[in-house]
């Protein structure tokens, strides 16, 4: 069954959160590559108004546009420069597009580093055998970028920031009409400011997205939203 745009949100929202919950425990974003191929599949669907094919180990493509493009998806949580995205030439055939997402797990969103069609991407591809072509990393992150299109659903202002909560779940913060970065340590210096506890009632830290919702509630709520 096709899930709606606002299921498609929904599901990636909770998947995120279930990613960052796991990295909290101390697993290596290496030993959730399930996790993160499904979140960059619903992320891809979602900036395509798209869907996720159904067919178990469908060939070549992971998700299909509005406009009927069969896309190829491939997600990393992978920071560095080093490595490489590695595709299956027996397969290319079969996709119109290819979208490469990282899954930035200090701010815990998600990075496009490449949405073009094939014949774009294979400029970039090196082939390492008979059947297998690779995309550098190196090529990749120097055009990284996040998605501007996903709407707000919170809001708060604070000392000339703007911190917004996604429909995703994703926490970014303005300032100028630009995109800050890291997060985390602007959010803990506004809930120093505030009196806001950043620990849980375990007395953990809050995740990134957990006190983002936290802040720009506690904000409103101060200032009489």
Not at 152 to 174: N, P, V
Request: charged letters at 25%; a neutral charge.
């Amino acid at each position: 069954m096709a899930l709606t745009q606002m299921q498609i949100i929904q599901s990636l929202g909770e998947a995120m959160s279930w990613l960052e919950r796991e990295l909290d425990w101390g697993v290596p974003a290496t030993e959730l590559r399930h996790l993160s191929g499904r979140i960059g599949e619903l992320y891809a669907a979602m900036i395509t108004n798209g869907q996720m094919v159904t067919e178990v180990n469908q060939r070549g493509y992971d998700v299909v546009s509005d406009l009927g493009e069969r896309i190829s998806v491939k997600t990393t949580a992978r920071m560095g420069s080093v490595g490489h995205i590695r595709f299956n030439n027996n397969t290319l055939e079969l996709v119109d597009k290819i979208i490469i997402l990282r899954i930035n797990t200090e701010e815990m969103q998600v990075e496009i580093l490449f949405n073009g069609c094939v014949e774009k991407a294979k400029e970039l591809m090196i082939n390492s055998d008979g059947s297998k072509s690779n995309i550098a990393m190196s090529k990749l992150i120097k055009t990284a970028k996040t998605d501007s299109d996903i709407p707000a659903i919170k809001t708060a202002k604070y000392g000339g920031y703007i911190i917004e909560e996604l429909e995703s779940g994703t926490i970014q913060i303005k300032k100028n009409d630009k995109l800050v970065s890291p997060v985390k340590p602007i959010l803990r210096g506004i809930a120093e400011d505030r009196n806001i506890s950043i620990l849980n009632g375990n007395g953990k830290p809050f995740n990134t997205r957990q006190l983002g919702s936290i802040v720009i509630r506690a904000i409103n709520e101060l200032d009489g939203k």
